[in-house]
């Protein structure tokens, strides 16, 4: 069981907006205002989409957007294409200078 | 731009060292955290540690502490990653990062590892 809580899977259809949530699943690992988001198209290496809750790196699209409420952190894709579909994973900091990654999230673009 | 290229064996037999190198080109090793990120066939992706470009501070993931060694050769600008005793759980794709304030914001394109006799 990973330390951050994802759903397994989500999909929507083009055009459409989705969000996925991740939430820390125990009192030692809260949602800082460091979550970061990243996107995994199959066979290649995560990418960097969502930086520090809510920040889109250079070259990030603004389709992608972050959030974050207590101990929940929120990825939204809005406009959805067909090249989103990718596995997301969040990602934080912990108290303990630990690092954690949830679950991931499986995006099926209908 | 900042590239990252891994590098190691991709078979490692049951009870034996991993060792991978990680090289940095294009960017400075010295001012930034690099870490080692692993993902299991079909599984989530796994924070391993991670270490100052200048070296030697390093902080491990709780899981595997007792079997991970990091380093840093800056003269070589590489990152390395030892894990002992290695058993198939150890079998994934490893990935080094480099880790910022806002996350993981350069990835190589990863290595496969396999343990198997």
């Known amino acids: 069981q990973s330390a951050l809580t994802q759903p397994a899977s989500v999909s929507g259809s083009p055009g459409q907006s989705i969000t996925i949530s991740c939430t820390g699943n125990?009192?030692?690992?809260?949602?800082?205002?460091?979550v970061s988001w990243y996107q995994q198209h199959p066979g290649k290496a995560p990418k960097l989409i969502i930086s520090g809750v809510s920040n889109r790196p250079s070259g990030i699209s603004n389709r992608f957007s972050g959030s974050k409420s207590g101990n929940t952190a929120s990825l939204t894709i809005s406009g959805l294409q067909a090249e989103d579909e990718a596995d997301y994973y969040c990602h934080s900091f912990t108290s303990t200078s630990i690092l954690v990654f949830g679950g991931g999230t499986k995006l099926t673009v209908l | 731009q900042v590239q990252l290229q891994e590098s190691g064996p991709r078979l490692v037999k049951p009870s034996e060292t991993l060792s991978l190198n990680c090289t940095v080109s294009?960017?400075?090793?010295?001012?930034?955290?690099w870490t080692w990120i692993r993902q299991p066939p079909g599984k989530t992706l796994e924070w391993i540690g991670y270490?100052?470009?200048?070296?030697?501070?390093?902080t491990y993931s709780p899981s595997l502490e007792s079997r991970v060694t990091m380093s840093v050769d800056t003269s070589r600008s590489q990152v390395s990653l030892n894990l002992n005793f290695v058993t198939p759980a150890d079998t994934a794709m490893y990935y080094c990062?480099?880790?910022?304030?806002?996350?993981?914001?350069?990835w190589g394109q990863g290595t496969t590892v396999i343990v198997s006799s």
């Open positions: 270490i100052h470009g200048s070296g030697p501070s390093t």
């Open positions: 990062a480099r880790l910022t304030e806002g996350g993981f914001d350069v």
């Open positions: 294009g960017g400075s090793i010295s001012l930034y955290l």
């Open positions: 125990t009192s030692g690992f809260s949602i800082y205002n460091s």
